[in-house]
T-cell receptor, first 120, second 110 residues
């Protein structure tokens, strides 16, 4: 149980275009999802927290107009990288927080497989 | 702001030896401390976690200790095996968010 999927797994886009990444919790409802960015051989950097039905909370230094987050349902959150530039190339990973009743309760985050974005 | 430091950044051990990774955190409000294992190109997988009302937790070859006063927590892997080779991340936080450490690349040589 507690499976999180992400789509696409890889995407290459041209500079100036927008890219949408989907994060889905497949077998549980996730009121909260998190979006991370990971540079090669580096740690996971929290970008924003996405709550179903409300605006996302962005971490300091993350441009909310550039990284649009929508959490329209209890199983789906999307991250749209708008007007992408080469410096946006990175590995983007989402996670969904467990709900009461799951093994991890309200604490454990279940990660998706990640999306590798390359902007040319 | 919140910060989690992790040491060492790389760790090489012989198969069968023990490995210890240490983390310190700055936010005294943190009450949840998970450890994740990430293999190359794959998602982070939770291997063990501890909450602030517990000082130590063990699961087979893996154990985690927490010193809330000193804001330290550590991962201990005993009888290491080559398949333990991966990057390990500690994290500190609560239900609102987690702040991750910088990672430790563990290599276990046969």
């Amino acid at each position: 149980g507690a499976v999180v999927s992400q789509h696409p797994s890889r995407v290459i886009c041209k500079s100036g275009t927008s890219v949408k990444i989907e994060c889905r919790s497949l077998d549980f409802q996730a009121t909260t999802m998190f979006w991370y960015r990971q540079f090669p051989k580096k740690s996971l950097m929290l970008m924003a927290t996405s709550n179903e039905g409300s605006k996302a909370t962005y971490e300091q230094g993350v441009e909310k107009d550039k990284f649009l987050i929508n959490h329209a349902s209890l199983t789906l959150s999307t991250l749209t990288v708008t007007s992408a530039h080469p410096e946006d190339s990175s590995f983007y990973i989402c996670s969904a927080r467990g709900a009461p009743g799951l093994a991890g309760g309200r604490y454990e985050q279940y990660f998706g497989p990640g999306t590798r974005l390359t902007v040319t | 702001g919140e910060n989690v430091e992790q040491h060492p950044s790389t760790l090489s051990v012989q198969e069968g030896d023990s490995a210890v990774i240490k983390c310190t955190y700055s936010d005294s409000a943190s009450n949840y401390f998970p450890w994740y294992k990430q293999e190359l190109g794959k998602r982070p997988q939770l291997i063990i976690d501890i909450r602030s009302n517990v000082g130590e937790k063990k699961d087979q070859r893996i154990a985690v200790t927490l010193n809330k006063t000193a804001k330290h927590f550590s991962l201990h892997i005993t009888e290491t095996q080559p398949e333990d080779s991966a990057v390990y991340f500690c994290a500190a936080g609560n239900t609102d968010k987690l702040i991750f450490g910088t990672g430790t690349r563990l290599q276990v040589f046969p």
